[in-house]
């Protein structure tokens, strides 16, 4: 409703009067009940610059909030692929007292679940890209973390060669930072394949947003109503 609008031919308040959009052109247009004068409805300046102040908090809000989600759980993910192979062993050998004494009980319940909150945040948070694209891009963002290693293993393998590191020879050490890379990203691709449970979570938690803005924009409509009706 506009804060005030008055009556270009007698005078009266036409703030409460409903717009009606004109076919041809689509503005809106106010006609007085008591003059018949009809008159186009302008948005007062100090409510359309808090509009667009509104829509720029949203904005850098929710940017703000996604570049915080993707600090959080990029380096928790590469943390995760990354320790997963090592766990492999002890869960293959079926030790489960090794797997308790060790702690590593907690770490395989956060790879299970942290996958899922992750699809539950592609959902939600990135609902307007594919699917597919999400996770091609997460994966990439995670591939590129753990590459560090690698990159690590190649300059002491480096090093190896300039007899500058002592202990095994230069392709064997390349040869086992390669496979060790290539374990991890078979690791990511299955991380990556887990997101996709987290996704009827997400779609459930969008309805339940949708409801509420309906809801919520009901109920303005409905007060609306009423101080139409009242005058």
């Known amino acids: 409703m506009a804060i005030a609008h008055v009556c270009l031919g007698c005078g009266a308040d036409l703030a409460r009067i409903r717009v009606i959009r004109d076919p041809h052109y689509r503005l809106p247009i106010v006609t007085c009940p008591g003059c018949g004068e009809a008159c186009v409805r302008r948005l007062d300046p100090i409510l359309q610059r808090w509009r667009a ?96 290693d690698m990159l690590r293993l190649a300059s002491e393998t480096i090093g190896n060669e300039l007899g500058i590191v002592s202990g095994i020879g230069a392709k064997a050490h390349l040869k086992l930072a390669f496979y060790d890379w290539i374990l991890r990203v078979v690791v990511l691709f299955v991380f990556l394949m887990m997101t996709f449970a987290g996704s009827p979570l997400g779609a459930v938690l969008l309805k339940i947003h949708a409801r509420r803005r309906t809801r919520r924009w009901s109920r303005r409509r409905a007060r609306l109503r009423r101080r139409m009706r009242g005058g």
Request: aromatic fraction near 8%; glycine fraction near 8%.
């Open 53 to 148: 102040f509104q829509s720029l908090a949203e904005a850098l809000c929710a940017l703000m909030v996604q570049v915080l989600i993707v600090l959080l759980l990029a380096p928790a993910t590469a943390g995760v692929v990354d320790v997963v192979p090592d766990l492999l062993p002890v869960v293959i050998s079926g030790d489960l007292f090794d797997l308790l004494y060790g702690q590593s009980l907690a770490a395989l319940v956060i790879g299970v679940t942290l996958p899922v909150l992750t699809g539950v945040w592609m959902t939600t948070g990135l609902g307007h890209w594919r699917p597919w694209l999400a996770r091609a891009v997460w994966g990439l963002l995670i591939a590129a973390l753990l590459s560090w």
